[in-house]
T-cell receptor, first 114, second 114 residues
Framework: QKEVEQNSGPLSVPEGAIASLNCTYS??????FFWYRQYSGKSPELIMF????GDKEDGRFTAQLNKASQYVSLLIRDSQPSDSATYLC??????????????FGEGTQLTVNP | DGGITQSPKYLFRKEGQNVTLSCEQN?????MYWYRQDPGQGLRLIYY???????QKGDIAEGYSVSREKKESFPLTVTSAQKNPTAFYLC?????????????FGPGTRLTVL
């Protein structure tokens, strides 16, 4: 079992729709969770992080965490063509919350069609 | 401008050669990281360093070596023992004071073995 698994892509949504990206993790003791966006040929950039169960909203992005189910998701509302990228889920190893050592999923490629 | 620089952007290596990838940061971050990314894959941790003159192996350290003689520099050497080194290499850094600070990534070095 992989430590961090993401829903297989690619994912294609029309402009203006909601894109839903999912991630599960195997270490029940993990405390902090991150979503990075990576454009083709570029380095990742952090877009959201979440520690607590529930939802966390930032503009058009909402991260959802359910530690009992070991599940974290990212919703992108009103998707734009500029959101087309690979989204990487990352989980901090162990019980640290500081983001000191991350395990990444393989990523989900999102395409938003005009 | 503060940030992370990696050089070169592209690197070609003949089989049997050692090559060194440069990573420099002027963000005054204590922690630095090296990741490897293969096509369609997430990031895998090679080595990381939380403080000068100290570093730890990540998940795929075999065939790689690092040094951390200065706070701002964390070079990675890809040795001839690394059998499949063609990949995109990403360096990251992170502050360690405080409760949480994200990992910032450099622009990456794309290494190709001829």
């Amino acid at each position: 079992q992989k430590e961090v698994e993401q829903n297989s892509g690619p994912l294609s949504v029309p402009e203006g729709a909601i894109a839903s990206l999912n991630c599960t993790y195997s270490d029940r003791g993990s405390q902090s969770f991150f979503w990075y966006r990576q454009y083709s040929g570029k380095s990742p950039e952090l877009i959201m992080f979440i520690y607590s169960n529930g939802d966390k909203e930032d503009g058009r992005f909402t991260a959802q965490l359910n530690k009992a189910s070991q599940y974290v998701s990212l919703l992108i509302r009103d998707s734009q063509p500029s959101d087309s990228a690979t989204y990487l889920c990352a989980v901090n190893k162990g019980r640290e919350t500081s983001g000191s050592r991350l395990t990444f999923g393989e990523g989900t490629q999102l395409t938003v069609n005009p | 401008d503060g940030g992370i620089t990696q050089s070169p952007k592209y690197l070609f290596r003949k089989e049997g050669q050692n090559v060194t990838l440069s990573c420099e940061q002027n963000l005054n971050h204590d922690a630095m990281y090296w990741y490897r990314q293969d096509p369609g894959q997430g990031l895998r941790l090679i080595y990381y360093s939380q403080i000068v003159n100290d570093f730890q192996k990540g998940d795929i350290a075999e065939g790689y070596s690092v040094s951390r003689e200065k706070k701002e520099s964390f070079p990675l050497t890809v040795t001839s023992a690394q059998k499949n080194p063609t990949a995109f290499y990403l360096c990251a850094s992170r502050a360690t004071s405080g409760s949480f600070y994200e990992q910032f990534f450099g622009p990456g070095t794309r290494l190709t073995v001829l």
